[in-house]
């Protein structure tokens, strides 16, 4: 059963005092690499699902001259992001439940959020709904290599994208279910790796980290394991609403 009592990682300081606002694997990076790839036309309308305080928005907006809006159910991060620039158009949503006409979007972005969803199909049918017929689904997350260690890491009492990692069959074919055509998936698993090594860095050791985040609730002995035999990695997958 996936805990949904504790405190998200995503909103622990922890973890946000070594990622800043960009809670994610290597930063604007991939996000870049994914955009070069869909080629939006300037202005082009772009919903991130699961925006956080709003760094990606601000990046499509500044960057990448896109009419960009996010959504999120997390009020402390929504008011991070509003708090440092009211101007963003960030809105209080899940993406289960997205507050936008159909065929509204030219690409959503879902990055990190569909593994700590409660119900990452209806957000994927909700993606499907609000693109445009020949529209970007742009997903990146955290993933199992393993999939025989995918009930290992449904057992951690933590809330997060580990928790929720899915092999890259399994999240393929739920994409694919939805009316998506996978167009690329790419594994950029060497990102984790980097975030793990200032985690280290930041707390000592990951054991360290993870005993800081579930407040003691996870022990060394458990998250090694669950680790070890998921052997977690890090997903680009792009894909492309098909017409009915």
Request: hydrophobic share 40%.
């Amino acid at each position: 059963m996936r805990p949904t009592e504790q405190c998200p990682v995503y909103e622990s300081k922890q973890i946000r005092e070594v990622t800043g606002d960009m809670i994610r694997p290597g930063g604007f990076a991939i996000t870049d690499r994914a955009l070069s790839f869909c080629s939006f036309a300037a202005g082009a309308k772009v919903l991130d699902v699961g925006c956080g305080a709003g760094a990606t928005v601000e990046h499509l907006i500044t960057e990448h001259n896109l009419h960009a809006i996010g959504v999120d159910p997390s009020p402390a991060l929504l008011q991070e992001g509003r708090r440092k620039r009211p101007d963003l158009p960030l809105l209080a949503a899940s993406g289960e439940n997205l507050p936008f006409g159909t065929g509204e979007m030219d690409g959503v972005l879902a990055e990190c959020v569909l593994t700590v969803m409660k119900n990452p199909d209806k957000a994927l049918a909700e993606c499907y709904r609000v693109l445009k017929n020949g529209g970007w689904l742009v997903v990146t997350d955290i993933y199992a290599r393993n999939p025989d260690g995918v009930q290992n890491l449904r057992r951690l009492p933590l809330a997060g994208c580990l928790t929720g990692a899915m092999s890259i069959r399994e999240l393929t074919a739920k994409i694919n279910a939805k009316g998506f055509a996978v167009v690329l998936w790419e594994d950029h698993s060497k990102l984790l790796g980097e975030l793990a090594a200032r985690l280290i860095f930041a707390h000592g050791s990951m054991s360290m980290f993870w005993n800081s985040v579930a407040g003691g609730s996870a022990t060394c002995e458990q998250m090694r394991h669950a680790v070890q035999k998921s052997r977690p990695g890090y997903v680009l997958v792009l894909a492309r609403k098909t017409t009915p």
